[in-house]
């Protein structure tokens, strides 16, 4: 992974943080939006020296003397909402549903021991270890919003119109897009990702895309996901297309009453767009899709579980080659 030590300026007044890292967890996009001497954060990154990174490359962009008074979560995934303590007295601000299921979401303690815990010869605990290893969470408190609202929300960072729009239950259940109307950007969360295989929490599948849609009816030029480079309406649209078609494979296994790994494990084998990393995601994505055509409804999703059902088949693609008839255990 590589951790910018500069913001890229994308629009004026909009500067973005963008970590490298395919094909990796936890790394998540920030937005600094400032004017005069105001300044405002979309989101925050996973751990406190992460967060570090960034408010010091913050500090080199605005004007002497502005602090970040203000911090937008999208929704309530940690990487997106553990940096938030860094920024003392701050105004957290998110929708309401974000609020109330930040209590659901796994708490940094809780992912420490995941990681530290669980045992590693399992997939469970082998995926941990694998993907979230590097990132050390202690110290971090979970700050909740204090700000919330439904449906729209306008403020403005000195004379920067910024309009946030809930657009959930789709990653989350009530996820946001910032819109900047002047300068033609929107910041999509994690209704968007690019160059990954998408995760998405809470669903259907077409919530997303209805997500997506309402972004792109916002006729932006600049798109930020939630993960991934910066993009425009013709990758947002192609996103579109891959879950649609994603949509259809998953409601096909459902009508022939094939279970929901099962599926997922075909769509996989059949070479579903290969060119994205982390690929057992569509194991989450099928289990989530699963529950809805099951009448499960905007229920509260059980994150670890879903979790353990993409790492199980990531291990079993981990095996090494059974050439003597005997599968090992990856290290």
């Known amino acids: 992974m590589r951790i910018p030590t500069e913001l890229t300026k994308t629009a004026e007044g909009l500067h973005v943080w963008l ?108 995926y941990a270890r694998k993907h979230f290893g590097d990132y050390d969470y202690t110290g971090l408190d979970v700050v909740p919003p204090t700000t919330t609202f439904s449906g729209e929300h306008t403020l403005r960072v000195g004379s920067t119109e910024v309009r946030l729009i809930e657009a959930g239950p789709a990653h989350t259940a009530g996820d946001l897009l910032v819109h900047l109307p002047e300068q033609g950007v929107v910041l999509a969360g994690d209704v968007l990702f690019i160059d990954d295989h998408p995760v998405h929490w809470q669903g259907p599948l077409s919530g997303v895309i209805a997500a997506c849609e309402r972004l792109l009816a916002l006729r932006p030029e600049v798109v930020v996901p939630g993960h991934g480079p910066v993009v425009g309406p013709a990758e947002v649209r192609a996103y579109v297309g891959y879950l649609r078609e994603l949509e259809g494979l998953i409601h096909e296994g459902y009508a022939r009453g094939v279970d929901a790994y099962a599926v997922a494990s075909e769509i996989l084998a059949g070479g579903f767009h290969p060119q994205l990393g982390l690929a057992e995601r569509i194991v989450i994505l099928t289990a989530v899709e699963y529950r809805h055509l099951g009448g499960g409804g905007v229920t509260v999703p059980n994150t670890i579980g879903l979790l353990a059902g993409a790492a199980r088949w990531a291990f079993e693609q981990a095996q090494p080659t059974r050439a003597s008839g005997t599968a090992g255990r990856p290290s």
């Open 19 to 126: 970590p490298e890292g395919a094909g990796l967890w936890g790394l998540a996009n920030c937005a600094l939006i400032t004017s005069e001497d105001e300044a405002l954060l979309v989101d925050t990154p996973y751990t406190t020296a992460l967060t570090a990174a960034l408010a010091e490359a913050a500090g080199d962009v605005m004007a002497p003397g502005t602090a970040i008074t203000r911090v937008v979560n999208t929704h309530p995934n940690g990487d997106h909402t553990f940096g938030n303590a860094y920024f003392t007295g701050a105004e957290i601000i998110s929708t309401d549903m974000n609020l109330e299921r930040l209590c659901s979401e796994p708490t940094p303690q809780q992912t420490q021991s995941l990681v530290r815990d669980s045992a590693c010869d399992e997939p469970l605990g082998w």
